[in-house]
Nanobody, 122 residues
């Protein structure tokens, strides 16, 4: 069992930055692939980015590539999402997710956090 708790969301002006954190419980965090998803008001949840178990493989949604960076610290059981050059269209609830494989974490994650709100004002 893995529990995920996100933090770091908030209100920021367009062009600003935020760093989200996702703290995971459990001794097997380092073996999990991790991902961030987001859900904007009135829209379906969408995949944003993933990172594999040791951090040497990442992938980004096209609209955030070059602005967002995912990273992880396995010693701290934490995954991060650094978001720069934020746009109003990035406004959403951001969710952390975990699964045993990269394939699973991008399609059917086994574990989800409760989400953290990110609001970008224009």
């Amino acid at each position: 069992q893995v529990e995920l708790v996100e933090s770091g969301g908030g209100l920021v002006q367009a062009g600003g930055s935020l760093r989200l954190s996702c703290a995971a419980s459990g001794r097997t965090f380092s073996s999990y692939a991790m991902a961030w998803f987001r859900q904007a008001p009135g829209k379906e949840r969408e995949f944003v980015t993933f990172i594999n178990w040791n951090g040497d493989r990442t992938y980004y949604l096209h609209s955030v590539a070059g602005r967002f960076t995912i990273s992880r610290d396995n010693a701290k059981n934490t995954v991060y999402l650094q978001m720069n050059s934020l746009k109003p269209e990035d406004t959403a609830v951001y969710y952390c997710a975990a699964a045993q494989t990269v394939m699973a974490v991008t399609t059917t994650p086994a574990y989800w956090g409760q989400g953290t709100q990110v609001t970008v004002s224009s």
